[in-house]
């Protein structure tokens, strides 16, 4: 490959060597594929194009202080696939299939991630597609599970900063009893408009409310929300997010840093008495939010003295990127390191 500058690296897609496949064919998961080509043939009336049976993860492996390649939690990624896959009537992969695929596509690209210290990291992308062909609405008999994987920079150009949102009255990502607590691209597909728009205003992402009252807080765009409160981690009790498994993990953290956790209902009219917010997801860990926008009742939130992130934020984002490098010790096995001989 030409020489990658890694520190000027987007969050986008950068091709690499091969990824691996898998099919689910007659009742049974086949035997792992490699592939080095970037295209999938598909019929034309697969379930994916026309029924939304796609279903996908997101994951990273990093390259430690040591010089070894760490995957973070690849196992809770299985696990919330396979919540989706069944929800939605898809072949469900099993765990071990799913985490022999995401080493496997790793280890043939590790000379795509990044090194230590670069700001970058390689990110993973299971994609599990229905490609049996249906007219009539119903469920596909044949999946494919695809994994690759694409070295990528910060998702938000500024790293760990904050960044400024606005409150989204006029769309909802998902509603409770849907499909907001799985991950399908019918989900974000829905969150475009919105996004786009708050990015034409300035804003990094929006902020959705419950899709019934619209009084609850329920997620930062592509991100779980979070809230610091006398020395409290908050994050909202909705069945409409997504479990986040960086969520998930950092709820551990704050227990473990001696900090008390509440996942409860946040109505909008609790910000003004939080000392600290922010939206935590795979992709950039935990973004600090400086100032959330309601702009419907002309009010805003500013959480950030002089634009830095607060102490709890910084403590607990130092904390969790220090366990993915191997810089600290790892007291929750969420680490897996990979043998590359």
Known sequence: MDQLDWKSLPFGYVKTNYNVRCYYRNGAWGELEISSSEHISMHMAATA??????????LKAYRGVDGKIRLFRVEENAMRMAKTAAY????????????????????????????????????????????????????ANEFLLVIFATPVGPYYKQGFSPIDIVIERDTDRAAPMGTGHVKVGGNYAASLPAQEKAHQLGYAAVLYLDACEKKYIDEAGTANFFAIKNNTYITPDSQSILPSITNKSLIQLAEHLGMKVERRKIAVDELPTFEETGACGTAAVISPINKIDDKENNKSYTFCKDNKAGPISHKL?????????????????WITILDEK
């Open 49 to 58: 194009l026309h029924y939304g049976q796609e279903a996908f993860e997101g």
């Open 88 to 139: 939605i009537s898809m072949a469900v992969p099993p765990i071990d299939l799913f985490v022999s695929a995401v080493k496997k596509a790793v280890s043939l690209n590790t000379e795509f991630v990044p090194p230590y210290e670069s700001g970058a990291s390689l990110y993973i992308r299971p994609l599990l597609i229905g490609t049996g062909p249906q007219v009539g609405v119903k469920a």
């Open 317 to 333: 984002y130092k904390h969790f990127i220090g366990i993915q490098y191997g810089e600290i010790p790892d007291p929750f096995n």
